[in-house]
C-alpha cells in the first residue's frame, strides 16, 4: 500500500484513543506527538506538521463534540480533518475528449503517465491520440510507440521533426476532434529557459484543455517548489505525482504539492499501465487511516450536525425568527425522523390532513426542487430572504435548473411557514404543546 509506514502509524494513533483510558490533556499531548513523529517520518515539512498537531491540540481542546458523540470520535474526527486538509481540494477531471499536455523533468515519469493515461480513457470508451513530442531523444519516441502498442491507441510521431510544436501542429490535423490527445514532452535535468520556451510553443499551438506537471514523489517537500516553478513559468491545471509506490517520503511530496496550490489528480503507484489512481483526498485520508470505521462515523457525524441544525431551525420557527437558511435545514433534515418531522404536520402546506400517496410523491419532487433553489442562494439571501426579487429571482431559477415559478412558489412556501410560526411563537398554549413534543434541548430562546 501506498505510504504504508505512515499509514501504520496513524492507525496507531487512532487505536490509542479508542482503546485508552479518559481523552484527557495527556492523552491528547501523547496522540500529538504520535502523529508529528508520524509526519515526520514520511518527509512532511517540519513547520506544517507542527502547525497541523497545533491545531489538532487546540481543537481537542476548545470545540464541543455535537451533541450524541463521544469524545474519543470527536478527537478522531478532528485528526482525520486535519490531515485530510493538509492533501489539498480535489479537483473534478472529466473523462471526455481533451488536449493533455505531460510537463516534467527527465525522469520523473512522463512517458510512462502519457501511457497511463491513455489506458484510463480507452477503458472509458475514448480513443486516444498519443503525441511523441519529446523530438530530443530518439528512445523516447520509440518507448512512447511502444506504449501505445500496448494501450491499443493511436500515436504519432516525426522522427525527422526537430520542433515539438511543428509534432504537435501536425499531430492535430491527424487525429479527429472525438479523440483525446496526450502529448508526452521532453524533459530537462531542471527548469531551464530551454524547456520553458519549448513548453511554451507547444502549448500555443495545442491549445491545452490540461497542463500537467508530472513529478517523481521521492523528490519529498522539494516536489513542491518544483510544482510552484512550473506552475509560475507555464501555468498547470495538475499534477500527477509519481513512484508513491516506492517512495517513503510520499507524505512530504503529497503535501508540499498540494500547499504550491496546483491540485494532485493522479498518483502513480507502479511500472505497468495500470497502476494509476484518481486522487481523491477524502478517500485516500479514509485508507490510510483504515477506511470502514472512518466512513462509518463520519456518517454518523453528518448525522448528528444536521440534526443540530434541525434543532436550530425549530428553535428559531418557534420564536418567529424563520430565515430561509433554517428552512434550508428544515428541508435538509426531512426524512430524517427529526424534530421537524413532528412539527411539519401542523403546517398548512404540508398540512395534518391525510395525503394519499400521489399527493405525497408531488410534494416530495417539489421539496427537491426547493432544495436545489435554496443551494442556490446566496448567504446574504439566506438571512434575508427580502433580498430575493426582481432579477435575482431568474438568475437564482436559472443557477438552480428551475423555473422562476417555482422560486416565487418557494417564497410563497417560507411566507406561509413563517406566518405559521409567528402563530405558533405567539400562541403560548401551542407553544408548550410544541415544546413538550420537541421534548429537551429545544427550548426556545426567551
Ligand atoms: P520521463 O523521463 O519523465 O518520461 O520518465 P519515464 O516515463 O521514462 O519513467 C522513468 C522511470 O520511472 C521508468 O523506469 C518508469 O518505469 C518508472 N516509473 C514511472 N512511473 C512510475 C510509478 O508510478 N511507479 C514506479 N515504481 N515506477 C515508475
Ligand atoms: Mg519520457
Redesign the pocket.
Known amino acids: 500500500m501506498v505510504l504504508d509506514a505512515l499509514g501504520k502509524s496513524l492507525r496507531g494513533v487512532l487505536q490509542k484513543i479508542a482503546r485508552g483510558g479518559t481523552v484527557d490533556d495527556a492523552l491528547i499531548g501523547e496522540v500529538v506527538r504520535d502523529i508529528q513523529r508520524a509526519l515526520l517520518q514520511a518527509d512532511v515539512n517540519v513547520q506544517l506538521a507542527i502547525d497541523l498537531t497545533q491545531r489538532v491540540k487546540r481543537r481537542a481542546k476548545e470545540e464541543k463534540p455535537p451533541a450524541g458523540a463521544s469524545v474519543r470520535d470527536f478527537l478522531i474526527r478532528i485528526i482525520y480533518e486535519e490531515i485530510r486538509s493538509i492533501l489539498g481540494k480535489e479537483r473534478p477531471f472529466e473523462f471526455k475528449p481533451r488536449r493533455i499536455l505531460l510537463a516534467?523533468?527527465?525522469?520523473?515519469?512522463?512517458?510512462?503517465?502519457?501511457?497511463?493515461l491513455a489506458r484510463f480513457y480507452q477503458k472509458k470508451g475514448i480513443r486516444v491520440g498519443l503525441v511523441a513530442a519529446?523530438v530530443h531523444r530518439p528512445a523516447?519516441i520509440d518507448?512512447l510507440e511502444q506504449l501505445a502498442k500496448k494501450v491499443g491507441c493511436e500515436f504519432y510521431a516525426d522522427r525527422a521533426q526537430p520542433k515539438a510544436e511543428l509534432v504537435v501542429r501536425d499531430a492535430l490535423a491527424r487525429f479527429p476532434p472525438h479523440f483525446a490527445i496526450i502529448v508526452?514532452t521532453s524533459?530537462r535535468s531542471g527548469i531551464d529557459p530551454d524547456l520553458i520556451a519549448e513548453l511554451g510553443r507547444v502549448r500555443a499551438v495545442l491549445q491545452p484543455d490540461e497542463t500537467i506537471l508530472?513529478l517523481?514523489?521521492a523528490m519529498g517537500q522539494t516536489a513542491g517548489r518544483s510544482a510552484k516553478a512550473f506552475h509560475d513559468a507555464v501555468g498547470l491545471t495538475g499534477v500527477v505525482l509519481?513512484?508513491?509506490?516506492?517512495s517513503a517520503k510520499g507524505g512530504g511530496a503529497l503535501s508540499a504539492v498540494a500547499a504550491s496550490g496546483a491540485p494532485i489528480l493522479f498518483?502513480?503507484?507502479?511500472?505497468h499501465l495500470d497502476?494509476?489512481e484518481r486522487f481523491d483526498p477524502t478517500r485516500f485520508v479514509s485508507r490510510l487511516l483504515g477506511m470502514g470505521d472512518i466512513q462509518t462515523l463520519l456518517e454518523r457525524f453528518e448525522e448528528l450536525v444536521n440534526k443540530d441544525e434541525a434543532q436550530k431551525a425549530a428553535e428559531h420557527l418557534m420564536t418567529g425568527r424563520f430565515t430561509l437558511r433554517d428552512m434550508r435545514s428544515q428541508l435538509a433534515s426531512l426524512g430524517q425522523m427529526g424534530p421537524f418531522s413532528k412539527l411539519l404536520s401542523l403546517f398548512p402546506t404540508f398540512g395534518g390532513a391525510k395525503m394519499d400517496e400521489s399527493q405525497m410523491e408531488a410534494t416530495q419532487s417539489r421539496l427537491r426542487r426547493y432544495r436545489a433553489i435554496l443551494d442556490s442562494l446566496t448567504p446574504a439571501e439566506l438571512d434575508d430572504p427580502h433580498l430575493v426579487r426582481g432579477d435575482r429571482i431568474h438568475r437564482i431559477a436559472r443557477g438552480s435548473g428551475q423555473r422562476t415559478q417555482e422560486v416565487r412558489g418557494l417564497l410563497k412556501y417560507y411566507d406561509q411557514t413563517r406566518k405559521a410560526a409567528h402563530g405558533i411563537a405567539s400562541n403560548r398554549k401551542l407553544r408548550r404543546q410544541l415544546e413538550r413534543q420537541l421534548g429537551a434541548g429545544a427550548e426556545p430562546h426567551a
Open positions: 516534467g523533468l527527465f525522469g520523473q515519469g512522463k512517458t510512462t503517465t502519457a501511457g497511463k519529446d523516447a518507448q508526452d524533459g508530472v517523481d514523489a509519481t513512484k508513491l509506490d516506492g498518483i502513480g503507484t507502479g511500472e497502476e494509476l
